[in-house]
């Protein structure tokens, strides 16, 4: 069994590779969910979504969020009804959204909502919410606290960064799925996804860390020197006083990782880490880095 800690985008492009060089049922999938947010008064789980689709194969690897040929007809008519719905929300991805906010709202936990959806759309992966409780990372800046897809999406990134907030109504604690995933794991494997927004919110849900330091974990770099490859990781980092660095990533991860994956193009090393090509412009790129990473999991 190998277990992975995942965001919705570096992570899951690594996973694209695994799931081709790997018995698929000897893969799980811890996600992060403190991006999800009820919209339309529907309930998306941005992180959780990308890593089901692309199980299924429906996966939009163009944007790697929303399913491939989708339509927009209830966006782009709710726009014109007057509704600010600034997420971009497919049709087909919309009807994912409702079956999981009636779910919810019929009480039943964020573990087995993601099974029943997980079921119906045949992935035969393990896809894990880190926690059931709900978790919100928003942002502060001048404009007050904002969750974070609205600091990402509406605003686009374009906002000064006073703080990064995870917001719950009591301290998420991991689940017994998530636990028993981990303990019959012989390698964890925390992707190139964002430190802030996606790692350490899994990090953080009571019981996973105690977990992990009793195996090994190996941890993909999402920056090369200064920059992440993608997305907002950078500022975030800084604002959670981490260097934007493969440094700074380790440093977030606080002593749990035994072995440090960081790319053959970052130019500033990290003593002990392993080097190798982490790009992953397209699949043959993830299949090999997935192949590389598996000698490095069952090496000395
Ligand atoms: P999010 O939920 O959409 O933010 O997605 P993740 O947190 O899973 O992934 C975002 C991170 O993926 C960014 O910090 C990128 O630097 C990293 N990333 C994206 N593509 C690649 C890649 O091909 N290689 C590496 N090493 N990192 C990548
Ligand atoms: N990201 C965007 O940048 N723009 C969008 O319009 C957008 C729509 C969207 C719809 C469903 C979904 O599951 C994800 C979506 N994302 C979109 C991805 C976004 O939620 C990501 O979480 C962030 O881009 C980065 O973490």
């Not at 936990?109 to 029943?116: F, G």
């Not at 017994?176 to 953080?204: F, K, M, Q, R, Y």
């Not at 020197?225 to 950078?234: F, I």
């Amino acid at each position: 069994m190998i277990t992975f800690l995942s965001g919705g985008t570096g992570t899951p492009k690594l996973l694209r590779g695994f799931m081709k060089v790997t018995d698929r049922h000897e893969i799980a999938v811890i996600v992060n969910t403190a991006e999800d947010i009820w919209i339309s008064g529907n309930h998306i789980s941005p992180d959780i979504d990308t890593v089901m689709y692309l199980f299924s194969g429906v996966l939009n690897t163009d944007t790697w969020w929303g399913l491939r040929d989708d339509t927009f007809t209830t966006h782009d008519e709710a726009l014109r009804l007057g509704i600010d719905e600034f997420i971009t929300i497919g049709d087909r991805d919309r009807a994912v959204h409702i079956a999981r906010g009636k779910m919810l709202q019929n009480g039943m936990r964020l573990t087995n909502v993601t099974k029943v959806l997980c079921e119906r759309f045949g992935v035969r992966e393990t896809v894990l919410p880190m926690t059931d409780t709900e978790v919100t990372t928003q942002i502060r800046t001048d404009l007050g606290l904002i969750h974070f897809q609205e600091y990402w999406i509406k605003a686009k990134g374009a906002l000064d960064i006073r703080e990064v907030v995870r917001a719950s109504a009591e301290p998420p604690k991991t689940t017994e799925e998530v636990l028993a995933e981990i303990a019959a794991s012989d390698t964890v494997v925390i992707g190139p996804s964002n430190p802030i927004t996606s790692i350490l919110p899994i990090l953080e849900c009571d019981g996973i860390v105690k977990a992990l330091k009793e195996k090994r974990v190996i941890a993909v770099s999402p920056f090369i020197g200064d920059s992440p490859v993608s997305g907002p990781a950078a500022a975030l980092m800084l604002a959670k006083g981490y260097e934007p660095s493969s440094k700074g990533t380790l440093d977030c991860y606080g002593g749990i990782v035994d072995v440090f994956v960081q790319d053959i193009r970052d130019p500033v090393e990290v003593k002990g880490s392993v080097r190798l090509d982490t790009l992953m412009t397209d699949e043959d790129k993830s299949i090999a880095l997935a192949r590389d990473i598996l000698r490095v999991a069952t090496g000395p």
